[in-house]
């Protein structure tokens, strides 16, 4: 198809279509709703994939074209925008964090790779007005991008491809014990806070999982396979999770532990809090796992810093656990139930 005499359609066309110019020599990528003049770019309609509490997450569909500077070259990214809200951070210093703090972390192939994309004027504009066509999560149909956003990121896209297995998304959370948390506790840190929300009704995707954390990085394997049936009922995945996953779940327990040794009741200078920060966030992450062509792929995302206002919700979360019983499965009369799905309680 002839697209060289392409133009861009107006902001209320569906799907937009935008040109993704990838990064090239020293120019960044670009997202722009005009064709770039000065390197090459591919069409793409650009889709709504989901969203979650603070960013967008778009899937660029190249248009088909037969001139090669109107192509993508490689594996096509997904592109990452934050939502219009004061606590979410821009995307220049997400990904400075990232880079940073939790980069060195992790082996490469296990990471989602973030890139920084520049956002022409018009580019978020167009996407806004087409997230009127989705149906959206009704707790977020209000949430948009700042129409006048610079950035956003590329990150790797972790979709299965059509008839694949479907993208399993596991949040590991605690992988150790508070470390506040009762020496003869029954529940670990996320159980215990999976059972605090039973007991008001409140019930997480992650607590919907019924699975306790500690069994993923625990030294008996059936523990282990409990934990993967949790996740997947993709016996591939399973095998992975149990087995080949272990050394990155086992990284990520150390670096929870030695971000935060100390816990948050006790008052925190400016150091330990922000390596409370870079702890939460590695307990709040998310790993994504799909097999594809060249076997099972899987990679940590969701390492998006989390800000030390949120100090005082942790600490009063903590408080709460320990005061009402919650770790103790010594909970008050009325919402006591024997906890059967902690490891602690198991052993
Ligand atoms: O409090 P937790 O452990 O349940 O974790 C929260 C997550 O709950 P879940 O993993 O589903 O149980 C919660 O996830 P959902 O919104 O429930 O998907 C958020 O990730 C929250 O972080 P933030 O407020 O968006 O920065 C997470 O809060 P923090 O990790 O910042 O405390
Ligand atoms: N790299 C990826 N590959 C495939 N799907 C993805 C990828 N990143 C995000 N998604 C999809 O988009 C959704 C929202 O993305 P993301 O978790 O980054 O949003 P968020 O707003 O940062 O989340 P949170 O509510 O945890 O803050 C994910 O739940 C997932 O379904």
């Given at each position: 198809?002839?697209?060289?005499?392409?133009?861009?359609?107006?902001?209320?066309?569906?799907?937009?279509?935008?040109?993704?110019?990838?990064?090239?020599?020293?120019?960044?990528?670009?997202?722009?709703?005009?064709?770039?003049?000065?390197?090459?770019?591919?069409?793409?309609?650009?889709?709504?994939?989901?969203?979650?509490?603070?960013?967008?997450?778009?899937?660029?569909?190249?248009?088909?074209?037969?001139?090669p500077?109107?192509?993508?070259?490689?594996?096509?990214?997904?592109?990452?925008?934050?939502?219009?809200?004061?606590?979410?951070?821009?995307?220049?210093?997400?990904?400075?964090?990232?880079?940073?703090?939790?980069?060195?972390?992790?082996?490469?192939?296990?990471?989602?790779?973030?890139?920084l994309?520049?956002?022409?004027?018009g580019?978020?504009?167009?996407?806004?007005?087409?997230?009127?066509?989705?149906?959206?999560?009704?707790?977020?149909?209000?949430?948009?991008?700042?129409?006048?956003?610079?950035?956003?990121?590329l990150?790797?896209?972790?979709?299965?491809?059509?008839?694949?297995?479907?993208?399993?998304?596991?949040?590991?959370?605690?992988?150790?014990?508070?470390?506040?948390?009762?020496?003869?506790?029954?529940?670990?840190?996320?159980?215990?806070?999976?059972?605090?929300?039973?007991?008001?009704?409140?019930?997480?995707?992650?607590?919907?999982?019924?699975?306790?954390?500690?069994?993923?990085?625990?030294?008996?394997?059936?523990?282990?396979?409990?934990?993967?049936a949790?996740?997947?009922?993709?016996?591939?995945?399973?095998?992975?999770?149990?087995?080949?996953?272990?050394?990155?779940?086992k990284?990520?327990?150390?670096?929870?532990?030695?971000?935060?040794?100390?816990?948050?009741?006790?008052?925190?200078?400016?150091?330990?809090?922000?390596?409370?920060?870079?702890?939460?966030?590695?307990?709040?992450?998310?790993?994504?796992?799909h097999?594809?062509p060249?076997?099972?792929?899987?990679?940590?995302?969701?390492?998006?810093m989390?800000?030390?206002?949120?100090?005082?919700?942790?600490?009063?979360?903590?408080?709460?656990?320990?005061?009402?019983?919650?770790?103790?499965?010594?909970?008050?009369?009325?919402?006591?139930?024997?906890?059967?799905?902690?490891?602690?309680?198991r052993?």
């Amino acid at each position: 198809m002839d697209l060289s005499n392409y133009t861009p359609t107006p902001q209320s066309a569906f799907p937009p279509r935008l040109w993704f110019a990838q990064k090239h020599e020293s120019l960044a990528a670009q997202v722009s709703i005009q064709r770039p003049v000065d390197r090459p770019a591919a069409p793409c309609v650009t889709l709504y994939l989901n969203e979650g509490g603070a960013n967008f997450v778009f899937k660029f569909s190249p248009q088909d074209c037969q001139d090669p500077s109107m192509q993508l070259q490689g594996p096509v990214p997904l592109l990452r925008i934050r939502k219009n809200l004061s606590h979410v951070q821009g995307a220049e210093q997400q990904l400075q964090a990232f880079n940073e703090h939790f980069r060195p972390l992790f082996p490469p192939q296990h990471l989602i790779e973030h890139e920084l994309v520049e956002l022409d004027e018009g580019a978020v504009p167009a996407l806004n007005a087409s997230l009127k066509r989705y149906k959206r999560p009704s707790n977020r149909s209000g949430d948009v991008m700042a129409e006048d956003e610079k950035y956003g990121l590329l990150v790797t896209d972790m979709s299965p491809l059509p008839r694949e297995a479907r993208l399993v998304q596991l949040k590991p959370k605690w992988l150790a014990q508070s470390p506040t948390a009762p020496r003869d506790a029954k529940r670990c840190r996320t159980c215990a806070l999976r059972a605090q929300r039973a007991a008001r009704g409140v019930r997480t995707a992650t607590d919907a999982q019924e699975s306790c954390p500690l069994a993923l990085v625990s030294e008996n394997v059936e523990d282990r396979r409990q934990a993967a049936a949790a996740a997947t009922q993709d016996k591939t995945l399973q095998v992975y999770i149990v087995r080949d996953a272990l050394p990155l779940f086992k990284t990520l327990r150390e670096k929870q532990q030695e971000f935060d040794a100390r816990g948050v009741l006790d008052d925190v200078d400016d150091a330990a809090t922000a390596d409370v920060c870079k702890a939460m966030t590695l307990r709040d992450c998310t790993l994504f796992l799909h097999s594809g062509p060249l076997g099972i792929e899987a990679r940590l995302g969701d390492l998006d810093m989390k800000q030390p206002e949120k100090l005082d919700k942790w600490r009063s979360v903590e408080r709460s656990l320990i005061d009402e019983g919650w770790y103790g499965n010594a909970e008050p009369g009325d919402a006591w139930t024997e906890e059967k799905v902690c490891l602690l309680s198991r052993r």
